[in-house]
């Protein structure tokens, strides 16, 4: 028998799969199906303060190799909120609460209600690429280490803190979090894409650019984990790409310790976390890895 639970900093984790957020709307109920067939946590949509109406349609399109996204921050906002991370915190699994703000000074306030309603940790977005405001702060070390710092003064769970691949260093900015008290790194968000309809002579998008994930991105995901990895000493959670048991492999290589799943979802189910698990379990017994753990970051020695 192999050993694929783990941990991510104080967060301990039965297997190393998580729903990535946003993927499935902001619905507590969504929440705990994915919790119920076997992810090791599962994180809520982006939250912010106010109550958010989506992207002109269509807001996410199917591409050869990935999904095209451009559903924005669309969100109940956080004082509607509570319910939806009740019903999820049902699922017996972490429940990481995922918070955006357009200003540095809001993300406190809001990390520490999403602690109040009881989620285990948080994942701060900074990285969203088609909403107006964010992508500053995904760019700016000193603006990543005072939202990082700001967050860490206001709650006592983990804080983990998402970045953006569309930036041009992005150890720098992972070292700007650490510095800064973060708790753990989660890479990637989506690669900032667009596509056109060469019939209509139009963007596909109608946001025009938009977010892409799915394979397409897995080895941008991977190569960002490996550079943070060198970079940091906090743990490390892969996202992109992630479908398959070797996927989680690639990135746990690279230096992850767990990884995010959300496009995989569309592609294979919400089997898609029982079935990286079981990949995961036989790829190590057939290599002759008894724990996860003595696979992260492999790649680099
Ligand atoms: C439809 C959709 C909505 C998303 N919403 C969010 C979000 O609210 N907050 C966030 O941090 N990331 C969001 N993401 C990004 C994912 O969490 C993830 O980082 C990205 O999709 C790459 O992983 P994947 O290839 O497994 O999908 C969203 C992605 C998609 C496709």
């Given at each position: 028998?192999?050993?694929?639970?783990?941990?991510?900093?104080?967060?301990?984790?039965?297997n190393?799969?998580?729903l990535?957020s946003?993927?499935?709307?902001d619905?507590g109920?969504?929440?705990?199906?994915?919790?119920?067939?076997?992810a090791?946590?599962?994180?809520t949509?982006?939250?912010?303060?106010e109550?958010?109406?989506?992207n002109?349609?269509?807001?996410?399109?199917?591409?050869?190799?990935?999904?095209?996204n451009?559903?924005?921050?669309?969100?109940?906002?956080?004082?509607?909120?509570?319910?939806?991370?009740?019903?999820a915190?049902?699922?017996?699994?972490?429940?990481?609460?995922?918070?955006?703000?357009?200003?540095?000074?809001?993300?406190?306030?809001?990390?520490r209600?999403?602690?109040?309603?009881?989620?285990?940790?948080?994942?701060l977005?900074?990285?969203?690429?088609?909403?107006?405001?964010l992508?500053?702060?995904?760019?700016?070390?000193?603006?990543?280490?005072?939202v990082?710092?700001?967050?860490?003064?206001?709650?006592?769970?983990?804080?983990?803190?998402?970045?953006?691949?569309?930036?041009?260093?992005?150890?720098?900015?992972?070292q700007?979090?650490?510095?800064?008290?973060g708790?753990?790194?989660?890479?990637?968000?989506?690669?900032?894409?667009?596509?056109?309809?060469?019939?209509?002579?139009?963007?596909v998008?109608?946001?025009?650019?938009?977010?892409l994930?799915?394979?397409?991105?897995?080895?941008?995901?991977?190569?960002?984990?490996?550079?943070?990895?060198?970079?940091?000493?906090?743990?490390?959670?892969?996202?992109?790409g992630?479908?398959?048991?070797?996927?989680?492999?690639?990135?746990?290589?690279?230096?992850?310790?767990?990884?995010?799943?959300?496009?995989?979802?569309?592609?294979r189910?919400?089997?898609?976390?029982?079935?990286?698990?079981?990949?995961?379990?036989?790829?190590?017994?057939?290599?002759?890895?008894?724990?996860?753990?003595?696979?992260?970051?492999?790649?680099?020695?």
């Amino acid at each position: 028998m192999v050993e694929i639970s783990t941990t991510v900093g104080r967060l301990k984790l039965q297997n190393p799969t998580m729903l990535a957020s946003g993927i499935l709307g902001d619905s507590g109920d969504s929440l705990l199906r994915v919790a119920r067939s076997g992810a090791g946590a599962v994180v809520t949509k982006s939250i912010g303060r106010e109550p958010r109406e989506g992207n002109p349609s269509p807001s996410l399109v199917e591409l050869e190799h990935g999904l095209l996204n451009g559903i924005g921050l669309a969100n109940p906002g956080i004082d509607n909120y509570r319910a939806e991370v009740e019903v999820a915190l049902q699922g017996d699994v972490p429940v990481i609460g995922s918070v955006f703000a357009e200003d540095v000074e809001f993300y406190g306030p809001l990390a520490r209600t999403m602690e109040v309603y009881g989620v285990q940790a948080l994942e701060l977005n900074l990285s969203c690429p088609h909403a107006e405001g964010l992508e500053e702060i995904a760019g700016d070390a000193d603006l990543i280490s005072q939202v990082t710092a700001e967050v860490k003064s206001a709650v006592k769970v983990p804080v983990f803190v998402k970045l953006s691949p569309n930036v041009r260093d992005i150890a720098l900015l992972a070292q700007a979090a650490e510095e800064a008290g973060g708790d753990g790194i989660i890479a990637i968000n989506t690669v900032k894409a667009m596509s056109i309809l060469p019939e209509v002579a139009k963007p596909v998008l109608g946001q025009t650019m938009g977010g892409l994930s799915g394979p397409a991105i897995k080895p941008v995901g991977v190569r960002c984990v490996y550079q943070i990895y060198e970079a940091v000493d906090i743990p490390l959670v892969g996202v992109g790409g992630v479908a398959n048991g070797l996927d989680a492999v690639e990135y746990i290589m690279a230096g992850a310790r767990a990884v995010q799943i959300g496009s995989g979802i569309h592609y294979r189910g919400l089997e898609v976390f029982e079935a990286v698990c079981r990949e995961i379990e036989a790829f190590m017994e057939e290599h002759g890895y008894r724990r996860l753990e003595e696979m992260v970051g492999i790649a680099h020695e």
